[in-house]
């Protein structure tokens, strides 16, 4: 059974920085690219990244420039860092594999 587990959200101040993570199980994690995906409020869900199995990660537009996704095989885990926090980046943040979804970690951009 395939999980993922989001952490690292929180509040953080405009123009401050912030790694999210995502610790991946029940998957061959070495084999699989996942994404990140957000949803601000009122808004519909959107994706921000994808990070490959190799090679670079690919980023929505408006993620380019700011945030830098990664991945640590040998933790299952991937992240997402978030630089010069803008309050429009305030949303919970997902992590999706195979059409499995993790419960999200909120993030809060606010003075």
Known sequence: ?????????G????GGSLKLSCLASGIIFSHNALDWYRQAPGKQREWVATI????????????????????DNAKNT?????????????????CSTNNVWGKGTLVTVSS
Do not use: C, M
């Open 1 to 9: 059974q395939v999980q993922l587990v989001e952490s690292g959200g």
């Open 11 to 14: 509040l953080v101040q405009p």
């Open 52 to 71: 490959p199995t190799g090679g670079s990660t690919v980023y929505a537009e408006f993620a380019k420039g700011r945030f830098a996704g990664s991945r």
């Open 78 to 94: 991937v992240f997402l860092q978030i630089n010069n926090t803008k309050p429009a980046d305030t949303a919970v943040y997902y």
